[in-house]
Nanobody, 117 residues
Framework: QVQLVESGGGLVQPGGSLRLSCSASGSIFSFDHMGWYRQAPGKQRELVAVITSGGSTSYADASSVRDRFTISRDNAKNTVYLQMHSPKPEDTAVYYC?????????WGQGTQVTVSS
């Protein structure tokens, strides 16, 4: 049974920084790729960033995420991170960790991020 547990969410001021963590119950080497998604109230869940087992990264183009967020992984800790720099109020959402292995998809329970002064 794969378990993904997100942490690090909370209230952050615009222009601040926040780091989200996603800890997996087993080796993250077993996943083809892992990523972060987010869902704002009244909106569909959307991709934020993805990192492959080889360390390649890709980011959503919306809202300049590429320029402000960084996805990374620590294989020794079985953890994937999302470093958020200069968050904006429109980044407010529940952030979900996702892992893919073949056709299987796994999700964490989500962590709330609120960007407000």
């Amino acid at each position: 049974q794969v378990q993904l547990v997100e942490s690090g969410g909370g209230l952050v001021q615009p222009g601040g920084s926040l780091r989200l963590s996603c800890s997996a119950s087993g080796s993250i080497f077993s996943f083809d790729h892992m990523g972060w998604y987010r869902q704002a109230p009244g909106k569909q869940r959307e991709l934020v960033a993805v990192i492959t087992s080889g360390g390649s990264t890709s980011y959503a183009d919306a809202s300049s995420v590429r320029d402000r967020f960084t996805i990374s992984r620590d294989n020794a800790k079985n953890t994937v991170y999302l470093q958020m720099h200069s968050p904006k109020p429109e980044d407010t959402a529940v952030y979900y960790c996702n892992a893919a292995r073949g056709s299987a998809r796994y999700w964490g329970q989500g962590t709330q991020v609120t960007v407000s002064s």
